[in-house]
């Protein structure tokens, strides 16, 4: 067959280019509603209709007390994010008909945290923004009064920023982050990120104390769990997680850790694997919480003794100089 008849074959297809579709919306009005509800609004849309497109919709056709956040409807302010079946997306650039194929004709849409929604999907930020301000999301550089030129950057040197830069602020990861749920000091993905921006930006002079700050206890990098859901939440594929990973070196090569428990026991997890390519619990334990906070966990040891779980004697495994060489490649040695 030519490729001329596969042309007009797939001409007679038909192609779908409208359909009906349910937004499922949760509505609540803090100041006059003691629980949230979902509304459902049916419409038609056309294959290029965006989710914003819908509410707006919504608002000036159905009804008119519908709250959301919206400004550049370019996926660049980050003030439309809100969660589409669970997942975060940018109403401004998700497109209707494929969200459809991914979850159904009918979308469940929901503010970014519902505990804090002050109407519909508009969400109280205070929190997002003072963690963010916390980590002073701003160039530290001294540029003099009046400089005769823009202080510009070599476009190698961004590929350090590794895309930390494309961060809208939206606070998808944030609100998705579990650590921020159970932990009000803790300064969640999206400040993090914006910190290492900072500190890997060449132009920053400050990156020794910002690398202390976010390395406080309860409220920085190590609190982190790795749990990975800043990567799945981020609309603009930022993986906010990459970044603290990146902070956490970066702080042992500039030397500014502080002597916390997770950072001796990443440590020792890393000297133990180099000792003889063999996780040492017990050493492991003994170096993160010191003699007397091992001493709490003797049961558990015994526990582990008993099952064969701690390397007792193993020694060293074969062809450790492969497992040295796998470490050393993954520390990185680049210095700021
Ligand atoms: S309206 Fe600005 S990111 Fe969607």
């Given at each position: 067959m030519s490729d001329r008849i596969i042309v007009k074959a797939l001409k007679r297809l038909p192609i779908d280019n409208e359909r009906e579709i349910t937004l499922r919306i949760f509505r609540f009005n803090a100041e006059f509603d003691a629980l949230p509800s979902y509304q459902d609004f049916t419409l038609k849309i056309s294959r290029s209709q965006t989710l914003l497109d819908a509410l707006n919709s919504v608002k000036s056709g159905a009804d008119a007390s519908l709250a959301y956040r919206r400004s550049c409807r370019h996926g660049i302010c980050g003030s439309c994010a809100v969660f589409v079946e669970n997942q975060a997306v940018l109403a401004c650039k998700a497109n209707l008909f494929e969200l459809a194929d991914r979850y159904g004709d009918t979308l469940r849409i929901d503010p970014l945290d519902k505990s804090l929604a002050i109407k519909d999907l508009i969400v109280d930020k205070t929190r997002f923004w003072e963690s963010y301000r916390a980590v002073k999301p701003w160039l530290e550089a001294s540029v003099g009064d009046a400089p005769k030129s823009e202080n510009l950057i070599a476009p190698a040197a961004t590929e350090r920023l590794d895309g930390a830069d494309a961060c809208v602020e939206c606070g998808a990861c944030f609100y998705g982050c579990p650590v921020v749920a159970a932990n009000g000091d803790f300064l969640g993905p999206a400040a993090l990120a914006k910190a290492y921006r900072f500190v890997a930006d060449?132009?920053?002079?400050n990156a020794p104390d910002r690398l202390r700050f976010i390395d406080r206890v309860k409220a920085g990098a190590w609190d982190c769990v790795k749990c990975y859901k800043c990567r799945e939440a981020c609309p603009k594929e930022v993986s906010p997680i990459d970044k603290i990973l990146r902070l956490r070196e970066m702080g042992f090569e500039r030397g500014?850790?502080?002597?916390s428990v997770a950072s001796r026991h990443a440590k020792s997890f890393k000297n133990s694997a180099f000792k003889s390519g063999r996780l040492d619990e017990a050493a492991s334990v003994i170096e993160s919480l010191g003699i007397f906070g091992a001493l709490r966990h003797m049961r558990e040891a015994f526990a582990m003794l008993r099952r064969g779980k701690l390397p007792i004697g193993a020694g060293k495994i074969d062809r450790l100089d492969e497992v040295r060489k796998l470490i050393k490649s993954a520390s990185r040695k680049e210095r700021l």
């Open positions: 060449i132009r920053d002079q500014v850790n502080s002597d």
